[in-house]
């Protein structure tokens, strides 16, 4: 049957049995991708990396800096020549897709990010693949949206779905997969997606049931509860761990940042530098103490520390040299998420702290796990601002009750420090390294109302506006914003609008910069006024001001008017 009958059937089906049948079509490939990513990680780790640890020292060095530096290499080339939006975790760059392009993606990202993910963190390069799950579920739900026939502006659902599904594949854990797409991708817990998020994420946990087992993460066997010991010891895990994730935070992105714009050398050869780092230590502390737990995910080493198979001088080293490599990798534009790395930090650090008691006090198998835990669950939280995510992650995973005393009370030392030390969450924080301010737009439900709304409650107040148009003032822009058009001030007054590709064109003929006339709205104006304006505008873009000959103050494009729009018509259906 051809496509075109498949999309005329499921159109004919009611609204609701077609909104249950495609969320199940999102579960289930969101599933399928995170087990097949997790499988391929596996495989390619196990044949390298760990057979090369059988093998004399001479040999493993050899074999492993080949593989570690040589599929950088690879990643590097197949992200520079592909697709630029697979590289690092994927999680801001889905986010993204949510709210301004109405939940569509390219599927070049999901197999960019697949091979590139699967190459990348199987090799040893020390980043996670939660991050890369979500956004494969979610671009391979996107994509099955429009095979499905469903429009691009209905495609928030099947991103959403899809990226719960990826994720409750990855750790089997459907509830802490829904409700961390609800708190960070759309970023409200009540949400009418709640039901298809929820449905795709069980689903996604089911597939990895059946072709995994109970547990695809690492081993968290004879789980005992805390004594007071481990209650009292919580705040100080907690606090050590949300310190841990608000530092990586901070020099993941400023060496992010300097790479960005001060590098040197090509994009393609740059996860080189991580590869060397990562390199370097992992197969240093493997020489001195046979553990792999630098390089990859290290979740045999954190199932070893929960287990308390490793003491506390080998947790801080393991701690302190996949803390450097990860940001480095991460830094120097890997392709990998940050769930694993922090879940491996904070881990290590409960370690540590019931190493240290237990050399004056002995400590209870169940203090160092829920010490263990806690600093997992605070690290995370610190990193992604998900505190609900990160308790319901480490319950699923134990399915001990006793733990989540401990675990509310770390989520609220790790939130109180992760938001008061750092502006933004890492995702949020990646967007605007890039120059993306995403605006939550949530109008009315009633037509007559939302166009009587002014003009402020659509309006982009954090205009990226130019002051000069000498080469050097664009490029920087350029590179700094990926905006297409920019309002241009000079001497304080609004000159007009300049629209990248003519203003690319005329430097390159050496030509004067063209400007497209401004069309402008004031602050009092209503959205009404604000849709015939957009529409007669020549750029499509509208510049707010307070008042005539003011300041800029804001920015309205077509694109904003249309998913304003576009999500009142969705919750006036009870869709969005």
Not at 34 to 42: E, K, S
Not at 219 to 243: E, H, K, R
Not at 394 to 417: K, R
Request: charged share 15%; proline share 4%.
């Amino acid at each position: 049957m051809s496509l075109a009958r498949w999309q005329q059937r499921l159109q004919r089906l009611p609204a609701r049995g077609r909104t249950v049948l495609l969320a199940c079509a999102y579960g289930v490939a969101g599933g399928v991708a995170a087990v097949a990513f997790l499988l391929g990680i596996n495989f390619i780790y196990k044949l390298g990396l760990v057979q090369l640890s059988h093998q004399s020292t001479a040999v493993f060095l050899t074999g492993s800096f080949g593989l570690v530096v040589g599929s950088s290499l690879m990643v590097g080339w197949l992200l520079n020549s592909f697709c630029k939006e697979a590289a690092g975790s994927g999680i801001p760059q889905l986010k993204l897709a949510f709210w301004k392009d109405f939940g569509w993606v390219p599927f070049r990202i999901a197999w960019v990010k697949f091979v590139a993910g699967m190459i990348s963190v199987g090799c040893g390069s020390s980043l996670g693949r939660e991050g890369p799950s979500v956004q494969i579920g979610g671009s391979l739900a996107s994509n099955l949206a429009g095979l499905a026939g469903e429009p691009k502006q209905k495609h928030r659902p099947a991103a959403a779905a899809g990226a719960a599904a990826g994720l409750a594949a990855a750790f089997n854990a459907p509830l802490a997969a829904a409700t961390f797409v609800l708190e960070e991708i759309i970023g409200d817990l009540n949400s009418r997606l709640l039901g298809t998020v929820l449905l795709a994420a069980v689903l996604g946990a089911l597939v990895v049931h059946g072709l995994v087992g109970k547990q695809p993460a690492f081993s968290m066997l004879n789980v005992v509860a805390p004594t007071w010991v481990g209650y009292v010891l919580t705040p100080v895990v907690a606090a050590l761990a949300s310190f841990a994730g608000v530092w990586f935070q901070r020099l993941s992105l400023r060496l992010r940042h300097r790479v960005k714009h001060h590098g040197k050398f090509p994009a393609w050869l740059l996860p080189v530098a991580g590869a060397l780092v990562t390199w370097t230590l992992g197969a240093s502390v493997f020489c001195a103490t046979g553990h792999l737990g630098v390089f990859s995910l290290g979740y045999d080493d954190l199932s070893s520390a929960l287990a308390g198979d490793i003491g506390w001088q080998l947790a801080a080293v393991l701690l302190v040299a996949k803390f450097i490599a990860t940001f480095s990798c991460y830094g120097f534009g890997g392709c990998g998420g940050i769930f694993s790395p922090n879940l491996f930090f904070g881990g290590m650090i409960g370690v540590m702290v019931a190493g240290w008691l237990n050399l004056e006090f002995p400590v209870s198998r169940g203090d160092l796990l829920t010490l263990a835990v806690v600093g997992m669950s605070a690290c995370l939280g610190a990193v992604v601002w998900a505190p609900v995510t990160g308790i319901l992650i480490v319950f699923e995973m134990t399915q001990e009750f006793s733990l989540v005393p401990a675990l509310m009370l770390g989520a609220l030392v790790s939130q109180t420090i992760a938001r008061r030390m750092n502006r933004l969450s890492f995702y949020d924080a990646v967007l605007a390294q890039d120059g993306h301010l995403i605006e939550h737009v949530r109008p009315p439900r009633d037509l007559h109302d939302w166009e009587q709304l002014p003009v402020s409650a659509v309006a982009n107040f954090h205009p990226v506006v130019l002051t000069g148009l000498t080469e050097a003032d664009l490029r920087a822009t350029w590179t700094a914003h990926p905006y297409r058009q920019f309002p241009v001030v000079m001497d304080g007054k609004l000159q007009g609008v300049l629209v990248r590709t003519a203003a690319e064109r005329a430097l390159a003929q050496n030509l004067p910069i063209p400007l497209a006339s401004a069309t402008v709205v004031y602050r009092h104006e209503t959205i009404r006024a604000l849709q015939k304006k957009i529409i007669d505008s020549d750029s499509q873009l509208v510049v707010l001001q307070d008042r005539p000959d003011g300041q800029v103050i804001g920015l309205v494009t077509l694109h904003d008017l249309l998913r304003a729009q576009t999500t009142l018509a969705q919750a006036s259906a009870g869709e969005d």
